[in-house]
């Protein structure tokens, strides 16, 4: 019984360090922050694949939907969920799809820059859950057509793993 006097005590100390050194290293392997910039930018050149993207649909006479997006666009600069904001107009929608179906002519045919839709795409900081602040921004932003995550992580689970691309990095964009 005696050996347990002094050994009890001593077994506790070292747990207690242990799950204190533990927390320490925990701590230093963090990943640093990701920077924020809210300031709205044009879309081009930038590749999100973890982001909410907040359509103004086309169809409805009279609306100038880049005005509804750039409004929406800043009003996303003190949102603490956001950390990315780009903007894209139909102008810059439509060259984007030009290049994308440059090689279905009949589509093209069918299509024009009154058809395609201004957005807004945000990067949310590391850790939100992208379907529910999407529909924290379809509420917030009631002229547009809709609001809708876009994940390539989850679409990524889905596939099998030898047809998989890359994975969307924390920072939200390749």
């Not at 925990?26 to 050149?45: E, K, N, Q, S």
Request: net charge neutral; proline share 11%; hydrophobic share 45%.
């Amino acid at each position: 019984m005696r050996i347990w006097r002094w050994l009890a005590p001593v077994l506790v100390l070292a747990l207690g360090a242990g799950v204190g050194l533990a927390l320490v290293v925990g701590a230093a392997v963090r990943p640093a922050p990701l920077p924020v910039d809210r300031t709205p930018v044009p879309l081009a050149g930038h590749r999100p694949c973890a982001a909410v993207q907040v359509f103004f649909d086309a169809g409805v006479p009279g609306r100038d939907l880049d005005q509804e997006m750039l409004r929406a666009a800043a009003a996303l600069a003190d949102d603490p969920k956001a950390r990315h904001v780009y903007t894209e107009t139909q102008a810059e929608a439509w060259v984007r799809f030009q290049q994308l179906f440059k090689d279905d002519p009949d589509l093209l045919a069918q299509a024009g820059p009154e058809n395609i839709p201004a957005s807004v795409t945000v990067i949310p900081v590391p850790g939100t859950d992208l379907t529910a602040y999407a529909t924290e921004l379809g509420k917030r932003f009631p002229t547009a057509k809709n609001a809708q995550p876009f994940d390539v992580n989850a679409v990524r689970q889905k596939v099998e793993p030898d047809k998989r691309g890359p994975a969307c990095p924390r920072a939200g964009e390749f």
